[in-house]
């Protein structure tokens, strides 16, 4: 499989501002690209715009060479996004908020295989024991790691990923970053940005924003 | 943690799957907040009360109110729990998520309507009897008040909800919420209270109800695209 996520001559104003001009981009297998820059110089912008969400742009987007208006349907059923809300809800156990997403991703969240990957999926963002404990009475982090364990419970091709850092200690940070590099080089790619120092890696490229 | 990369998805269907979670967990969330489920019911049942205080015990001038009283306050009530739809949503991330699901929008948020007119229309119409014997309703009106109100609450649910993605991404969406939705609301006040009106009269209520019906079968093929449209207006603002 191969993937790639084309951006021509893209630019975006706001506020009588451009926040970039003639942004070029091309994203492929097997790559992590990190998107730089300081506070509000457009990076959550460029994240929503790549992933499909504004429309208040100029420029073009490519999906495996389609035009992204075209191929939109397929774009999305291989995009994972992470924004800066974690998009958990307070009122639902993390394995109920689990079982929303893993429907939208196409399997009936009825059937006991995928009840056992919810598990998995949560014991492998250090959550066991947290299972049926309402996701509001949960810390930043831990709700944090409610999000990310979606990238484990419904496989996406491509990642992208606004701050997923945010809130998670240490040893989370490091096993996120493996995860990043494996998901990398098994042929899938990831778009994020973050202002937390990413570990050199062949497969990173930076891109940064003014 | 190893993360294995299938072929690239080639369409993700589930729709009904996809439709059916979300039923599941709108309704698990309201459930859990029942506050929330009973606000709009309260404010009913006060509403109906004062009435008779205010105006007069007399069963006669009561009666003859009673339809249009009712119809209102279940409007106002429904009006009022709209606001809520798809705050919350928004406000935790949930609804770019939803937005960004391969699933038709539409159809995902019809779901959320659905779930909304259980837990508010379906209640008040139940509710609307009892509150009729307080307003000395006549008899035999009751069921099509009862009727009236569950065809009608599921268009005003439908036609909110168009009101309620256009304002969630407003600070103090409520006040304008009202203001865009009241004028599309009363053609079904009209006819829902004019049912309930035959009914008294002793006239056919049927033509009344097969308007309402007509009303809801039009916004239900229209609104879940209007509801759509909305939500991408809001989020991309």
């Known amino acids: 499989m191969s993937l790639c996520l084309e951006a021509r001559q ?61 191929a939109r349907e397929h774009f999305l059923a291989n995009l994972l996004y992470l924004g800066h809300a974690p998009g958990i809800k307070a009122g639902l156990t993390p394995l109920e908020n689990l079982a929303w997403y893993q429907a939208l991703s196409g399997k009936s969240n009825q059937d006991s295989d995928n009840e056992e990957s919810r598990l998995d999926a949560l014991a492998n963002v250090g959550l066991a024991g947290f299972e049926d404990v309402p996701a509001g009475q949960l810390s930043a982090g831990q709700q944090r790691r409610v999000a990310l364990a979606r990238l484990t419970l419904t496989p996406r091709a491509l ?26 080089q098994s042929g899938g790619c990831v778009l994020v940005t973050t202002h937390h120092e990413l570990t050199a890696s062949p497969l990173l490229r930076r891109i940064a924003l003014a | 943690m190893a993360t294995s990369v299938g072929p690239l998805l080639e369409h993700n269907g589930g729709l009904m799957i996809a439709v059916r979670a979300t039923l599941v967990r709108d309704l698990t969330l309201l459930l859990r907040r029942r506050g929330e489920v009973l606000n709009p019911l309260v404010f009913f049942a006060l509403v109906i009360t004062l009435f008779p205080i205010a105006i007069s015990p007399d069963p006669e001038l009561l009666a003859t109110i009673a339809p249009g009283l009712l119809w209102v306050a279940a409007l106002l009530a429904a009006l009022l729990s709209l606001d809520s739809l798809f705050r919350s949503d928004y406000d935790d991330g949930s ?18 309507v659905a779930v909304h007119w259980l837990l508010t229309g379906l209640p008040l119409a139940l509710m609307a009897p009892l509150l009729g014997i307080m307003l000395a309703l006549p008899a035999g009106s009751y069921a099509v008040l009862a009727v009236s109100l569950a065809l009608g609450t599921a268009s005003l649910s439908l036609i909110g909800a168009i009101g309620a993605a256009l304002t969630v991404g407003l600070a103090r969406g409520g006040v304008l919420l009202s203001l865009l939705v009241l004028p599309l609301y009363i053609p079904v006040l009209i006819f829902g ?40 207006i809001s989020i991309n603002g």
């Open chain 1, 10 to 70: 893209l630019a975006c104003e706001r506020d009588d501002r451009w926040l970039f001009q003639g942004l070029d981009l091309t994203i492929r297998s097997g790559e992590i690209v990190r998107i730089e820059g300081p506070n509000g110089s457009g990076k959550t912008t460029l994240l929503k715009i790549l992933s499909g969400q504004l429309g208040d742009y100029q420029g073009e987007l490519f999906w495996n060479g389609a035009a992204m208006k075209d």
């Open chain 2, 95 to 112: 609804l770019e998520q939803l937005l960004l699901a391969p699933q038709p929008l539409a159809a995902l948020s019809l779901a959320k």
């Open chain 2, 193 to 232: 209270a004019g049912a309930v009106q035959a009914a008294i009269l002793g006239d056919g209520v049927s033509a009344h109800l097969a308007i309402l019906g007509a009303l809801l079968a039009a916004a239900l093929m229209l609104a879940p695209w209007a509801i759509a449209a909305s939500l991408r």
């Open chain 1, 159 to 184: 990642w992208v990923l606004d701050e997923p850092f945010t809130a998670i200690d240490r040893y989370g940070v490091a096993a996120l970053e493996q995860q990043l590099v494996a998901h990398a």
